[in-house]
């Protein structure tokens, strides 16, 4: 079954953006857009509230619309539009199970906006089962044709990170672009060296050759995968949000990941991704991992 590029419209300019990008990223994979407008419909009409026909019919415009400009742009796309009953969370959550990728619009350097408020915006990203990805009303796709890299955060063990590096070499493959494999690192305290680990510090000569041996293992099995994507891989001391906040005006992408699975407080999206969702001045992509 294919799944397709889903977009999250509400009519604001980050929307737009997201359209934009999203159309973009369908045709480069060879997928169809799904256009859906979150609203969750009345339950009985207000007294001096809005008709709720008329809002039906408005939210029905605005996805047809946004659908219709993806087609004047992508004449070959093929390009649905729907809009979504149930709740904002609920139904965008539901969507992101059926795409490949659910694209929504955020605001710059602070909250998502739209139908996204606040700790609505949270919960879909931390329970979407797709990446989520998210685009400013100042990004635009021909911004990255510029020569900019995709650039992938990675940290622990290769299958701790295999989720979103997979995420950035199938896009880095189907854009043409290079990719920046980001580990960052700190001091452990005393009480964290053992034996095995002095061991290893010897051998490896040191805390940063260290920590460079294991991002190339686990950025080796996707050089072998995808031989004709530019990779360089990058250490650097200091804590991992910040690291990659440093290199975020190079980047057409930042790939962060979150855990799926939640914890004892519920789903949650982690310091990492909220910091660089919030920051970086580029489109982020929030892939959930096990």
């Known amino acids: ?59 029905e415009a605005l996805a047809r619309a946004a659908a219709r400009t993806a087609t004047e742009q992508h004449a070959d796309l093929s390009v649905s539009a729907e809009v ?36 609505v915006g949270q919960q879909v990203i931390a329970e979407a089962a797709s990446p989520v990805v998210l685009v400013r009303a100042d990004d635009r796709a021909e911004s990255e044709a510029a020569g900019r890299e995709i650039v992938v955060g990675q940290r622990g063990a290769p299958d701790d990170s295999a989720a979103g590096l997979r995420f950035a070499f199938e896009t880095a493959a189907a854009r043409g672009a290079s990719v920046r494999v980001v580990r960052a690192w700190s001091l452990p305290p005393v ?17 940063e050759p260290l920590e460079k041996k294991a991002l190339a293992e686990a950025v080796d099995p996707w050089r072998e995968r995808f031989p004709d994507v530019p990779v360089t891989e990058y250490v650097e001391m200091g804590s991992a949000g910040q690291v990659l906040l440093s290199l975020a005006a190079r980047a057409q992408l930042m790939v962060v990941q979150r855990r799926a699975e939640p ?17 970086a001045p580029c489109p982020v992509a929030v892939v959930p991992h096990a």
Do not use: C
């Open 1 to 59: 079954m294919t799944h397709p590029i889903t977009v999250g419209v509400d009519g604001s300019d980050e929307s737009r953006a997201a359209v934009e990008w999203a159309a973009w990223e369908a045709v480069r994979r060879g997928l169809p857009l799904r256009v859906v407008y979150a609203w969750n419909g009345p339950s009985h009409e207000a007294v001096g509230g809005p008709d709720p026909a008329e809002q039906a019919s408005w939210a």
């Open 84 to 119: 979504l009953d149930g709740g904002p969370v609920d139904s965008l959550v539901a969507a992101a199970a059926e795409a490949e990728t659910l694209v929504l619009g955020s605001r710059g350097h602070g909250a998502i906006v739209g139908f996204l408020l606040g700790s």
């Open 191 to 207: 009480f964290a060296y053992s034996p095995g680990s002095l061991k290893l510090l010897d051998e490896a000569g040191g805390l």
């Open 263 to 279: 914890s004892a407080v519920g789903s949650r999206i982690g310091s990492v991704a909220h910091a660089v969702m919030h920051h």
